[in-house]
């Protein structure tokens, strides 16, 4: 998929953000609503993607895509509320359905889990150091440094529409629970558009050790 129709997607999903949340039914903007639901197929595609790439990618870069497997699984199981979804809503409120991992039997170890997963992708990026791929993406332009910005000013949205950064966007929105949640979609499109950029970059860095060197 090309990063700069993903990139579009994402910058169009974000600039509806608002005047979606003025006309859009509240439901669509409640938890595992269908919103939400979009953005646990972005979450899945991001991961299937970079499973993918680890399978067919050789030396570093196979790597690198092992370890933002995690990162993936870790957002969408979060999205899940760690699997409470698929369990009865403890209540519906104005706001929706109402799920909370603390039902889940599983629930103490999960920040073990999380613990555990962060520390894989960590280690493969020690081990392998992956770090040094960067210089690849640069050279090759291909740095997501726009992608990954974006990711953060749709974060802040997002959580600004949630009230948790000193500042309240409900004056300004008809349902701002819509606005909160296209934000984070947009979010997590712009992720996707981030490893569209580094996927270029790994194969153009391919192709350039691919070619053979010119003769003396």
Known sequence: ???????????????????????????????????????????????VQAGILALKSKSGWGWLW??????????????????????????????????????????????????????????????HRLWTLAEDVKSNRQFPLF????????????????GKIGMSLDRYLAHGQIFEEISELAAYIFLLSAQQKIRFASLSSRENHSRPSAPP
């Not at 579009?8 to 609503?33: D, I, M, Q, W």
């Not at 899940?80 to 109402?98: D, H, K, R």
């Open 1 to 47: 998929m090309p990063s700069n129709f993903v990139r579009f997607l994402a910058l169009v999903v974000l600039a509806l953000a608002y005047p979606l949340s003025l006309f859009l039914p509240a439901r669509y903007g409640f938890e595992n609503g269908p919103i939400e639901i979009s953005q646990n197929f972005i979450l899945i595609a991001g991961g």
């Open 147 to 162: 992608d990954l910005a974006m990711t953060v000013i749709s974060l802040l949205l997002m959580s600004a529409a949630e």
């Open 66 to 127: 092992a370890a933002v497997i995690p990162i993936w699984l870790i957002c969408l199981a979060r999205e899940l509320s760690w699997g409470a979804v698929f369990f009865p809503p403890l209540e519906m409120s104005e706001s929706g359905p109402v799920y909370s991992s603390r039902i889940l039997s599983y629930r103490p170890v999960v920040p073990l889990i999380v613990a555990a997963l962060v520390s894989l992708s960590a280690f493969l990026v020690y081990k």
